[in-house]
């Protein structure tokens, strides 16, 4: 797909759905031995959901495994469309597009595994990260330069961020 054409998909978004095993995270899975589990989160994935936010694009998870640990991480970040423990991905899609009043064609997925297929592939903007199972990136709009855990989430935010307002205008921001 040709950039101008990935931009202008990019451009059309209003929500950007995330998955979090292998996305936000590395797709390990860490246990204490008292059986809570754990994960762990890139800081600049934070600072990109938190501007996509702020510049008027709503953050949704849809995950098929439910933690505790992902529930305060989306807390922190004020995303409140956090989808646990949703094995079938596409219905649980289909109920996230109906409570957000949004179509499939203002909808980015961002998903690394074959689960992730059936919601992806409704959607008009298909992300995966650059370890994402090989499938899957075949079949992506758009597949990042960075692993999941280690700042994909960020490159696609940025890639939002650059169609909707530029990334000159948002980093301008900082200064």
Known sequence: MSSEHLREKAAGIQ???????????DGRLYFTDSGEQGKAFHVRDGLGLKALMSHGINVAVITARVSSALDRRMRELGIERVMQGHQDKHRALESLLQLEGVGPEATCYTGDD???????????LKCAPADAD?????????????DGGHGAVREVCELLLDAHIGLDTWRAGFN
Do not use: Q, Y
């Open 134 to 146: 090989e499938w899957i990136r075949s079949r992506a709009d758009f597949v990042t330069n960075r």
């Open 15 to 25: 929500l950007a759905v995330f998955d979090i095993d292998g996305v936000m995270t």
């Open 114 to 124: 074959l689960v992730d297929w059936p919601a992806m592939r409704h959607c008009a």
